[in-house]
């Protein structure tokens, strides 16, 4: 099958989870990662069955013509302790008012609520209702581990407070993978 490298990149080995080199290739239109561990081999998975979509996504961001969603990191506080964490570094978070004017002024039609975990800061419902009730276009969307949302009463909050969808970032499907992400 021949196969078209879109670009030279890091991933992690599925085995020892250690970062390696890898490959993204365009191949029987999929997006295609092949990469190599020094004690496992080689590995090769579908990244997106859909390669014209996969390479949208990537496009630069000169080639967008409005942001689609602006991501918020409302809280810096975690209840996990991931081993990849993508915001590693703890700082002073955002004021309330203070994200309320990125909403405001964001032309994104989407508000995404992230952190560390968006759900541990205390006010992520008035910040959902001030979406909804002050840019009522915009949706408000929540990036979370979803610990707090096993909770019904919590859920149901933020559900009545507005919240349009949730995105979940869940590090594997096995109690073993999950862990050694996780802490």
Not at 21 to 40: F, M, N, P, S, T
Not at 104 to 122: K, Y
Not at 130 to 158: C, D, F, I, M
Request: charged share 20%; with cysteine.
């Amino acid at each position: 099958m021949d196969r078209q490298l879109i670009k030279k990149t890091r991933s992690l080995c599925p085995a020892c989870f250690r970062e390696i080199d890898a490959e993204l290739y365009l191949a029987g239109g999929q997006a295609v990662i092949v990469k190599r561990c020094g004690e496992h081999g080689a590995f090769s998975e579908v990244a997106d069955s859909d390669a014209g979509l996969y390479l949208k996504c990537a496009s630069t961001k000169k080639n967008r013509p409005l942001p689609y969603g602006l991501v918020i990191p409302v809280s810096y506080s975690c209840d996990l302790s991931c081993r990849w964490c993508y915001l590693p570094e703890r700082g002073t978070e955002f004021t309330v008012d203070r994200i309320k004017g990125l909403i405001a002024a964001s032309p994104a039609g989407h508000i995404v609520f992230s952190g560390g975990e968006p759900c541990l800061r205390p006010e992520l419902p008035d910040l959902i209702k001030y979406v909804k009730s002050g840019h009522p276009e915009k949706r408000a969307v929540l990036l979370t581990n979803g610990l707090k949302l096993a909770s019904y009463s919590y859920a149901s909050l933020l559900k009545s407070s507005g919240l349009d969808y949730c995105i979940f970032s869940l590090n594997g499907f096995r109690p073993s993978t999950h862990i050694a992400f996780n802490g």
